[in-house]
């Protein structure tokens, strides 16, 4: 039988918090190390795009996630002088995510530690 591989995953944004999910969901032991000792901070990744949400949704974790409070955005605005300019409209994909789900960072990577937790 194999030994299985001790893996340490360094920082826990949103690449490196995934990572040692799906490390830990194959069965594999990992340690995650954060300089920081919590999410409570300010994150610039607040919009979790369509394929963002398909690919949560492939590893089963997209309802769950969809659960916690977040905003479906549609389409996105330019609002100029002469008026409104749509820069993109994801209602237009077709995917059941079309849409992007804009949620505190903080508030994912709690849930995706959480889903971590239960492994
Ligand atoms: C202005 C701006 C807006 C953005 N908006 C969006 C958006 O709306 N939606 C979106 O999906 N993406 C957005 N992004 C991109 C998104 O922020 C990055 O793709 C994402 O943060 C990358 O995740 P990461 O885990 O690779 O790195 P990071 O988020 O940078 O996380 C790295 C982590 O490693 C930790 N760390 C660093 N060094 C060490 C160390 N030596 N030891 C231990 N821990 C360490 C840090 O504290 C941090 O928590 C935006 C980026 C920018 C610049």
Redesign the pocket.
């Known amino acids: 039988m194999n030994t299985p591989v001790r893996t340490v995953v360094?920082?826990?944004?949103?690449?490196?918090?995934l990572l040692a999910y799906l490390l830990a969901r194959a069965g594999m032991p990992v340690t995650l190390?954060?300089?920081?000792h919590d999410f409570d901070r300010d994150?610039?990744?607040?919009?979790?795009?369509p394929w963002?949400l398909e690919l949560l949704d492939r590893l089963g974790l997209a309802g769950r996630l969809l659960e916690l409070p977040h905003i479906k955005a549609l389409q996105f605005r330019f609002r100029t002088p002469r008026g409104r300019a749509p820069t993109s409209d994801y209602g237009l994909l077709d995917t059941p995510y079309n849409y992007v789900a804009l949620m505190p960072q903080a508030r994912f990577l709690h849930f995706l530690a959480a889903e971590a937790a239960t492994l």
């Open positions: 360094a920082g826990g944004g949103p690449g490196g918090m190390l954060e300089r920081h994150f610039r990744g607040d919009s979790l795009h963002t």
